[in-house]
C-alpha cells in the first residue's frame, strides 16, 4: 500500500510522500534522515488517518519502544519557502502511554485554528485542510536551542547565530527563561567566553548549518539539541522566510541603495516595469555626475553606489547630494559606511567617470539661471513641454516616429499592427528623452527651495511656512479637482457612493451602471495616474477607478467647513506669503529665492505628470501585445521588454514570477541599504536614544488626533482629522491628505512628494519613523509635531 493512503509511516518515508498528506515539517525531518543526519526517530501521523486509525497509531508508539515523546503538527503549509507558520500550532512534550499519545494526536489536530487562521490570512494564504502530526522520540537534553544560517537580525549570510539553554528546547524557542547567545563568523565561531557552550560545540553547529543549507538550497532555522552523551540531534529545519532576498553574487564587498521610496514606492516593481525603470533612474541620475548601476533585488530598484562610497573625491559630496530625494535614513546609512573600513577610499579602484560633461554642465547653469531670472516664461515653456508629451502620447505612437514603419495610416489613426510594430512603439516611446524646457525650471525650483534653509542657519519651520499653499503644482490641481467633484454629487447619487466599498463602484462604473457625475471628465485628465504609479505593471485609475472613489467618499464625510481641502489650502497660502514678506525683510537672498520657489517649486511634480502619459499608452501598447502572446493579457508584464523581442518565458515561469511579486507584496520592511552579503545597513547602526518616535521634521505644525494605519490607497478610509500613518507615499496616495490632519511615514526625503504635498495643504508631516505602521495602531490618539520631528503616543 503506498504513502498516499497511509494513514500511519515512519518518518524517513516522509521525504518522498506529497506535502498535503505529510506536512512541511515531517517532510523536512523525512529528507535529513535520507541525508544521514541523527534525527531522533518516530512516525508520521498523516492526514489520511481518520478515527479508526487509533490501533495502528498506538502500534506505531509500542514500535518506537513506548516511554516519553514529543507530538507535534505538521500542516501542509508548514515550515515552507514562504511563511514557517512558528508557533501557530501546539507541541506537546514528554508525553507518555499510548493513550495519552492518542489524546495528544488529537490535540494538535485541533490546536490553534483560529491563530493559524489568522496567520495563513496575513501570508496571503488560502483555507486549510486537515494537519498531520509527528511522534518523535524525546531526545535526553543537555543543552538544546536553536540555530539560524544567516543572521536574523542583520540579514548577514555570512554569519550564524546561536541561540542556546541548559535542559529542553522550549526554553528558547517560547523565550521562557534566559538564554546564551553566540555569533559564529564564516570562518569559526567567535570564543565562547562563559554559557552553555564550548567552541568545539559551535563549530559542529556550524559545519551542521553549512551542511542543510546547501541541502535545502537556502539559509535555515534549525532546532537542535546535544543529549547527555554529547550526541547532536536535529529536531526540525526550516527555511528562513523573513530575510531580504541577496543581491546578485559579486567578488567584492558591496552596497546598494534602495531608489524606489524616491518615487514614495516600496512595494515590489513588475518585471516589465523593472526592465523601464532602470534605464529611466539611470538617465536622472546623469546630469548630477552619478553614474549608478540599477540593480534589481527583491523586485526593487537599488542603486549599486560601492564605487562612488571608495572613490576619494565622490564620497566627499555623496552624503549631501542624497538629501534632497533620498532623505536622512540613506543618508545615515551611507554615513555610517564611509567610516566602514571595509569601504575605506581607494585611489585609482573607482571608475573615474567623473562629474557631468561640460556640455551638461553648461546646459544646466543657462537653464536654471534662465528660469530664476524669468520664473512665469520658464513655467510656460514648461506647462507646454507637459502639452507635447500629452500629444505626443495621446495616439498610438510617439511625434516623429516615421509612418513608413506602420504604426499609422494617413489619417492618422490606428490600424491593426503587428507584435513587432507594437514593441518597436513600445521602444520608441521608453527612449525618449525629456525636454530641457521641463527639466531646468523644476531644478531652478528646487534649488531655490533648498538653499534657503542654509542661508536662514538651519530655520527649517520658517521655510516649510513658505513653501506651504505652493501654486502651480499639477497634483495640488488633480487632488483639488476630485474635491469639488465631490462636492457637486447630487444628494441623491451621495448615499450611492456612500453605501458601497470603492471596489464595488469601481466595477459598476466600469460595467456603465453607475449614473454619471463628473468622474468621467476627471479620469479623462487625471486617469493616467495611479498610486506606485511609475510601475508599467500597475493599472492607472482609468483601468481601476476605486481608489478615486475610496478618495471621493473620505471627502464626501467632510462636514466642518474648517476642514474643507481647498480653505485649508487657501490658509496654508496666506501664511506663506506673510512669511516669506517677514523673510525679504530680514534676508534679500534667501527672500530672493524663496520667492522664486513660490513660483518655480510646484512643478516638481510636472515631469513625472508628464511622463505618466508616456507610460500610460506604453502600457497599453503592452496589454494589446498580451492579449496576443497570453491567454491573460496582464501577463506581460512578468516579462521583459527584451524577453518580447526574443524567447518569451512560459506560463511555468510567468506563475512563478508571479508568485514571487506576490510575496514580496506581503513584505512590510524593506532596506534602505542592502551588503551584497545581505546586511541591512540600518540594522548595524547604533540604537537610537530619545523619543519613542522620532522622525524627521518634515512639515510643520502640531496636531492630536486618531491614527489611521494606511497600507493601500485603493480601499483607505481616513475620516476627517484622523492622522494618516503609512510606510511611504507618492502622488496616487495625495487625494487622502485632504481629509488628514497630519501625515506620519517610514520612509523619504523632505523634498519628496509626500512631504511636499503636505506642506503645501498646510498639516503636519513627520517621516522616516522606524515601525511607524507597527509601533502605532489604528485608533490610538497620537500627537505629531512637525517642528519637532516627533510623534508622541497617548
Known amino acids: 500500500m503506498g504513502s498516499a493512503t497511509m494513514p500511519v509511516i515512519g518518518l524517513a518515508e516522509c521525504s518522498a510522500a506529497p506535502r498535503h498528506l505529510v506536512g512541511g515539517k515531517a517532510a523536512a525531518l523525512g529528507a535529513l534522515i535520507l541525508r544521514g543526519e541523527q534525527v531522533p526517530p518516530g512516525f508520521c501521523v498523516t492526514t489520511a488517518a ?304 567623473g562629474g557631468p560633461s561640460l556640455g551638461t554642465a553648461a546646459g544646466a547653469v543657462v537653464g536654471i539661471a534662465r528660469a530664476l531670472a524669468r520664473p512665469a516664461a520658464a513655467r510656460r515653456r514648461a506647462m507646454a513641454a507637459v502639452e507635447r508629451l500629452r500629444q505626443a502620447s ?29 514593441l518597436r512603439i513600445v521602444r520608441a516611446w521608453d527612449d525618449a528623452e525629456s525636454p530641457g524646457d521641463l527639466v531646468w525650471p523644476i531644478a531652478a525650483g528646487m534649488l531655490a527651495a533648498t538653499v534657503p534653509e542654509y542661508l536662514l542657519k538651519g530655520r527649517k519651520d520658517e521655510v516649510f511656512t513658505v513653501l506651504a499653499g505652493m501654486p502651480h503644482n499639477v497634483t495640488i490641481e488633480m487632488d483639488l479637482a476630485l474635491w469639488r467633484l465631490a462636492r457637486q454629487v447630487p ?15 469601481a466595477g459598476r462604473w466600469t460595467a456603465g451602471t453607475l449614473p454619471e457625475f463628473g468622474l468621467g471628465a476627471f479620469l479623462s485628465e487625471y486617469g493616467h495616474r495611479g498610486a506606485a504609479e511609475v510601475d508599467l505593471g500597475v493599472p492607472r485609475w482609468a483601468e481601476d477607478p476605486a481608489p478615486v472613489f475610496a478618495a471621493l467618499q473620505n471627502y464626501l464625510r467632510v462636514e466642518d467647513p474648517e476642514q474643507a481641502p481647498d480653505r485649508r489650502f487657501a490658509s496654508a497660502a496666506e501664511s506663506a506669503e506673510a512669511a516669506l514678506r517677514d523673510v525679504r525683510r530680514r534676508h534679500r537672498a534667501a527672500g530672493f529665492l524663496l520667492g522664486r520657489a513660490r513660483e518655480l517649486a510646484g512643478l516638481r511634480e510636472a515631469g513625472k505628470f508628464a511622463g505618466l502619459y508616456r507610460l500610460q499608452q506604453m502600457r497599453r501598447q503592452l496589454l494589446l501585445i498580451g492579449a496576443e502572446l497570453f491567454e491573460d493579457p496582464a501577463d506581460v508584464m512578468f516579462v521583459t521588454i527584451d524577453e518580447l523581442g526574443g524567447a518569451v518565458p512560459d506560463k511555468t515561469e510567468i506563475e512563478a514570477r508571479k508568485a514571487l511579486y506576490r510575496r514580496e507584496t506581503r513584505r512590510r520592511v524593506v532596506p534602505v541599504a542592502l551588503l551584497s552579503d545581505g546586511t541591512d545597513v540600518e540594522a548595524t547602526l547604533p540604537a537610537a536614544d530619545g523619543a519613542d518616535l522620532r522622525g524627521v521634521a518634515a512639515s510643520a505644525g502640531r496636531v492630536t488626533g486618531k491614527a489611521r494605519i494606511v497600507r493601500d490607497p485603493a480601499d483607505a478610509y481616513v475620516e476627517p482629522g484622523e492622522v494618516l500613518v503609512t510606510a511611504t507615499t507618492d502622488p496616487g496616495w495625495t487625494p487622502l491628505f485632504l481629509t488628514a490632519a497630519a501625515l506620519v511615514t517610514e520612509t523619504g526625503a523632505v523634498m519628496a512628494h509626500g512631504p511636499t504635498v503636505a506642506r503645501e495643504y498646510g498639516i503636519p508631516a513627520v517621516i522616516c519613523v522606524p515601525g511607524a505602521t507597527e509601533r502605532i495602531r489604528t485608533g490610538e490618539v497620537v500627537t505629531v509635531d512637525g517642528r519637532a520631528g516627533t510623534v508622541t503616543r497617548g
Open 50 to 353: 481518520g478515527d479508526l486509525s487509533r490501533a495502528q497509531i498506538a502500534e506505531a508508539y509500542e514500535g518506537l519502544g513506548g516511554g516519553r515523546v514529543a507530538v507535534r503538527s505538521s500542516a501542509p503549509e508548514e515550515d515552507g519557502a514562504d511563511a514557517s507558520y512558528a508557533g501557530q500550532y501546539d507541541t506537546i512534550l514528554d508525553v507518555e502511554g499510548a493513550d495519552a499519545v492518542l489524546a495528544a494526536v488529537e490535540t494538535c489536530r485541533r490546536s490553534a485554528p483560529a491563530r493559524a487562521a489568522a496567520y495563513r490570512e496575513a501570508r496571503g494564504g488560502g483555507r486549510t485542510g486537515p494537519i498531520a502530526v509527528i511522534v518523535q522520540r524525546m531526545v535526553d537534553v543537555d543543552v538544546a536551542g536553536v540555530l539560524f544560517t544567516a543572521n536574523p537580525l542583520t540579514g548577514c549570510r555570512t554569519e550564524m547565530t546561536v541561540d542556546a539553554a541548559p535542559g529542553a528546547g522550549p526554553a528558547v524557542v517560547d523565550g521562557a527563561g534566559p538564554v546564551d547567545h553566540y555569533v559564529i563568523g564564516a570562518r569559526s565561531p567567535e570564543p565562547a567566553e562563559g554559557g552553555c557552550l564550548a567552541n568545539e560545540a559551535l563549530s559542529r553547529l556550524r559545519d551542521l548549518g553549512e551542511r542543510l543549507q546547501a541541502h535545502f538550497g537556502g539559509p535555515q532555522d534549525i532546532e537542535w539539541a546535544f543529549d547527555k552523551a554529547g550526541e547532536l540531534w536535529v529536531v526540525q529545519s526550516r527555511a528562513i522566510t523573513t530575510l531580504f532576498p541577496l543581491p546578485p553574487a559579486t567578488e567584492d564587498l558591496r552596497v546598494y541603495l534602495e531608489f524606489g521610496h524616491v518615487q514614495g514606492m516600496l512595494q515590489p516593481v513588475t518585471p516589465m516595469g523593472m526592465s523601464t525603470l532602470k534605464a529611466l533612474v539611470t538617465a536622472m541620475l546623469r546630469p548630477l555626475g552619478l553614474h549608478v548601476t540599477i540593480t534589481d533585488i527583491g523586485g526593487r530598484l537599488y542603486g549599486d553606489m560601492t564605487d562612488l562610497v571608495r572613490d576619494p573625491k565622490a564620497r566627499k559630496r555623496l552624503v549631501r547630494l542624497l538629501a534632497v530625494d533620498f532623505g536622512p535614513r540613506a543618508q545615515d546609512a551611507i554615513r555610517h559606511l564611509l567610516d566602514d573600513p571595509r569601504f575605506a577610499p581607494v585611489p585609482g579602484r573607482a571608475k573615474r567617470r
Open 394 to 422: 495621446s495616439g498610438n505612437e510617439p511625434v516623429g516616429l516615421p509612418s513608413s514603419d506602420g504604426a499609422r495610416d494617413q489619417a492618422g489613426t490606428e490600424r491593426d499592427l503587428t507584435v513587432a510594430e507594437r
Open 491 to 505: 444628494g441623491e447619487q451621495r448615499d450611492l457612493l456612500l453605501g458601497a466599498s470603492p471596489a464595488e463602484l
